[in-house]
């Protein structure tokens, strides 16, 4: 279903991939694809394409979404050659692309759009067996994007790191899944510091791995007095 907040229209279609549209008709996707969640989904309505990392990255599920006159924005990590799956380097896909840093701002059509660091901490509890993070330092980023009037907090796949708890959210994606990501308990403290508007939790129980109970930690994140909702991916 669609989510309104505050004149911009949410939808979470599973796994990581959310669609935003502006009250002016400008769409943006985050992190498209992955584990056929987009399946028989052909909108080809984005204007702006934003891809934290190679987990992530899906290139046909962007040529779905984007529209022929899109923007790519891709971190600088994002690499087909690491990737073990059939995709087409970021640069042959047939649109504008554009690589960012871990720390960069950009403009792109009606959207600002700022990157942060995106990692698990070595000495956290989102680490392998042998102590290696799931997602290194250098891997991917955050995005943070102003659109519409509003402001949008993607923190990819990471722990809850500093600096997260200053920036101005108005919505906030939480990433909630656990065990390669911060768990819904982590989400919930970020939610609690930022204060945002609205939490949509998304990227969980798409695969195992990322099994976790959602309404716990929704009735967790209203009992801190803040507004939160769910989406349901199915229906589209």
């Not at 967790?220 to 803040?226: E, L």
């Given at each position: 279903m669609s989510i309104k907040h505050d004149g911009l229209s949410v939808s979470?279609?599973?796994?990581?991939?959310?669609?935003v549209e502006s009250p002016d008709g400008f769409v943006v996707y985050f992190d498209p694809g992955r584990y056929g969640v987009l399946d028989d989904y052909y909108a080809r309505d984005?204007?702006?394409?934003?891809?934290?990392?190679?987990?992530?990255?899906?290139?046909?599920?962007?040529?779905?979404?984007?529209?022929?006159?899109?923007?790519?924005?891709?971190?600088?990590?994002?690499?087909?050659?690491?990737?073990?799956?059939?995709?087409?380097?970021?640069?042959?896909l047939p649109y504008e692309t554009i690589r960012v840093g871990e720390e960069d701002f950009l403009t792109v059509g009606a959207a600002d759009v700022w990157t942060l660091p995106a990692f698990n901490d070595p000495d956290g509890p989102h680490v392998r067996e042998n102590g290696e993070p799931y997602h290194p330092r250098g891997l991917g980023c955050a995005y943070h994007i102003s659109l519409g009037g509003r402001t949008i907090f993607w923190?990819?796949?990471?722990?809850?790191?500093?600096?997260?708890?200053?920036?101005?959210?108005?919505?906030?994606?939480?990433?909630?899944g656990g065990t390669v990501v911060?768990?819904?308990?982590?989400?919930?403290?970020?939610?609690?510091?930022?204060?945002?508007?609205?939490?949509?939790?998304?990227?969980?129980?798409?695969?195992?791995?990322?099994?976790?109970?959602?309404?716990?930690?929704?009735?967790?994140?209203?009992?801190?007095?803040?507004?939160?909702?769910?989406?349901?991916?199915?229906?589209?």
């Open positions: 979470w279609l599973g796994y990581a991939t959310v669609r984005g204007d702006l394409i934003l891809v934290t990392h190679d987990h992530h990255y899906d290139s046909d599920a962007i040529e779905q979404v984007a529209d022929e006159d899109a923007t790519v924005v891709a971190f600088e990590g994002v690499d087909a050659a690491n990737i073990d799956r059939d995709v087409k380097p970021v640069e042959d923190p990819g796949d990471s722990d809850v790191l500093a600096g997260f708890e200053r920036l101005e959210v108005s919505l906030f994606l939480a990433n909630i911060m768990d819904r308990h982590e989400a919930a403290d970020l939610a609690e510091t930022l204060d945002p508007d609205l939490v949509l939790p998304i990227h969980y129980d798409t695969i195992p791995v990322l099994e976790t109970d959602e309404d716990a930690f929704v009735v967790d994140v209203a009992r801190r007095g803040i507004p939160v909702v769910l989406d349901d991916p199915s229906d589209v």
